[in-house]
């Protein structure tokens, strides 16, 4: 029997290649019940582009553009990154947005 801890890294790792499943399919994986499952992604959501959406296209979702084995910028570095822009050249800002783009951890796209 896995841990908490081993299990929410399993589910991130499951997650990372899957990119989508339903939260029944986890428990099953798992070995848990689905309000654990639930329990496990508001845990892990707080740290990572994983989230839960309930009704059509429902299930567990990770954010397109996240991987867990990419290097991204922190909170910090982007912000620092986003206040020095307005000083630099356009060609230099141009770079700067691409670094940004490239390397800031992906948001997830709020749908109307």
Known sequence: MRNALERRKGILDFMNIQRHDTVS??????????????????ILETKYPIYCLHG?????????????DRKYLSDKQSELLERLLPNLSTEDAETMKSIIKSFAVPKRKIKN
Not at 58 to 65: E, K, N
């Open 25 to 42: 399919n986890l428990a099953f994986e798992f070995h848990v019940s689905k309000k654990t499952i639930f329990r496990d992604i508001s």
């Open 56 to 68: 059509r296209p429902g299930g567990v979702h990770m954010v397109d553009g996240f991987y867990l």
